[in-house]
C-alpha cells in the first residue's frame, strides 16, 4: 500500500467520466507509481485503452516493472511526458488521470504545455494534489508552488472537487479551452 503525504492510494477515488464520451475512450494514467490507481481505472475503461506514463530511473525501476506486469509493454510509455511530445505520431488521449500531482515548480509550464498537447479536443484531465497551494494562492510563501497561471493559458476549470469561490485546491478537473 502506497501512502505518501497522507494520500493513501488503496482510497484514492477515481471518478468515473465514461457518460461523457460516446466514443471508445483512451486513457492515460501519469506518474503511476507503484499501480494501485490504474488497477481500479482499468476496471472502469476498457484495458487495451489504458496507458501509463511514467520516467525511467532509477527511483521508479522497481515500480515500472509491476506497471509492465498489469498493462503491458505497449501500453506503458516509460518516458517524461515533455519527452513524449518530441516523438513522431504521439498518442493523444480522452482522458488523463494524475495523482499526486508533484511537479517541479522549474518544468511547470513546459508540462502544462505538453498537457495541452497531447490531450483530445473534448478530452478532460483529472488531478489531485498533495499541496492544495499548486493551485490555490495560498499566501505570499506558497508563490513559488503556485500553477494558477500556467493552467489558465491551456485549460479552463471544469470543476473543483475542493475549493473556496473561485479558487481551486485539491482535486480538480479541466478541460482544454
Known amino acids: 500500500m502506497d501512502k505518501t503525504w497522507g494520500?493513501?492510494?488503496n482510497n484514492q477515488k477515481i471518478y468515473d467520466f465514461r457518460d461523457k464520451f460516446n466514443n471508445e475512450i483512451s486513457v492515460l494514467e501519469i506518474g503511476p507509481g507503484n499501480g494501485d490507481n490504474i488497477i481500479k481505472i482499468r476496471e472502469l475503461y476498457c484495458p487495451k485503452n489504458v496507458f501509463c506514463m511514467q520516467p525511467e530511473n532509477e527511483?521508479?525501476?522497481?515500480?515500472?516493472?509491476?506497471?509492465?506486469?498489469?498493462?503491458?509493454?505497449d501500453k506503458f510509455l516509460e518516458t517524461r511526458?515533455?519527452?513524449?511530445?518530441?516523438?513522431d505520431n504521439y498518442k493523444k488521449f480522452?482522458?488523463?488521470?494524475?495523482?499526486?500531482?508533484?511537479?517541479?515548480?522549474?518544468?511547470?509550464?513546459?508540462?502544462?504545455?505538453?498537457?495541452?498537447?497531447?490531450?483530445?479536443n473534448n478530452g478532460i484531465i483529472y488531478i489531485t494534489s498533495v499541496e492544495k497551494e499548486r493551485f490555490h494562492k495560498y499566501d505570499k510563501y506558497y508563490d513559488c508552488l503556485w500553477c494558477m497561471n500556467c493552467v489558465k493559458k491551456y485549460f479552463k476549470f471544469d470543476k473543483s472537487i475542493v475549493g473556496v469561490g473561485n479558487e481551486f485546491y485539491g482535486d480538480i478537473i479541466l478541460k482544454k479551452l
Do not use: M, P, Q, T
Open 94 to 120: 480522452d482522458i488523463i488521470y494524475i495523482f499526486k500531482f508533484n511537479i517541479n515548480f522549474a518544468a511547470k509550464d513546459n508540462f502544462f504545455e505538453a498537457l495541452n498537447k497531447i490531450l483530445l
Open 7 to 9: 494520500i493513501n492510494s
Open 59 to 73: 527511483e521508479y525501476s522497481n515500480f515500472n516493472e509491476n506497471i509492465r506486469s498489469i498493462v503491458g509493454n
Open 81 to 87: 511526458l515533455e519527452d513524449y511530445i518530441k516523438f
